[in-house]
């Protein structure tokens, strides 16, 4: 099966990615706005009892955060990708690290940018046009973080949450 691990901003920041989101990303349906902190890799029941034991662990030893979205930012000329970027904070980078090392398979394909995706998959033209309005948008959310999902893929290519991991709840 596959699975991935995100963190999913408040409803707030969902509902402003949303509403770019439903227009400029062919993914819209298929899960909702988020940061990926472990992109899409394949494990068996066995291997993922082990990770989510793992994942109990690095929850419970990392303390809530906020994070701070201001600006716009693209991929491109690699994709042409829109999102809106996350300002690196200690406490993010170090659970992307952790979700890369130990137990975990390596499928690290990028160095770790964090954001949330707001527009993908746009023909060049598209894209110009789209990131030229956004990127003079002036934007300032701040957003509290603690917690992150596993996620696993359903055949129809969505995705939907495993499990929840609290930040600093105790380990059962």
């Known amino acids: 099966m596959k699975y991935g691990i995100v963190i999913f901003p408040t409803k707030e920041v969902q509902d402003e990615a949303n509403s770019y989101r439903k227009r400029y990303d062919p993914h819209y349906a298929l899960i909702p706005p988020h940061i990926t902190l472990k992109a899409p890799f394949e494990a068996?029941?066995?291997?993922?009892?082990?990770?989510?034991?793992?994942l109990k662990h690095?929850?419970?030893?990392?303390?809530?955060?906020?994070?701070?979205?201001?600006?716009?930012?693209?991929?491109?000329?690699?994709?042409?990708?829109?999102?809106?970027?996350?300002?690196?904070?200690?406490?993010?980078?170090?659970?992307?690290?952790?979700?890369?090392?130990?137990?975990?398979?390596?499928?690290?394909?990028?160095?770790?940018?964090?954001?949330?995706?707001?527009?993908?998959?746009?023909?060049h033209d598209e894209y110009s046009d789209v990131y030229n309005s956004l990127r003079m948008k002036k934007i300032e959310i701040e957003d509290k973080i603690d917690r992150f999902q596993l996620m696993y893929q359903l055949n129809n290519g969505s995705w939907t949450v495993h499990e929840t991991f609290v930040f600093g709840k105790e380990f059962v």
């Open 44 to 54: 068996d029941q066995q291997i993922m009892e082990e990770l989510i034991i793992e």
């Open 58 to 123: 690095i929850a419970n030893e990392t303390k809530p955060f906020t994070i701070n979205i201001n600006k716009v930012s693209t991929f491109a000329p690699i994709t042409n990708t829109i999102y809106f970027k996350i300002e690196p904070r200690p406490e993010l980078i170090d659970l992307y690290a952790k979700m890369h090392s130990g137990k975990f398979p390596r499928n690290q394909e990028y160095a770790f940018v964090p954001h949330i995706t707001i527009a993908q998959s746009l023909s």
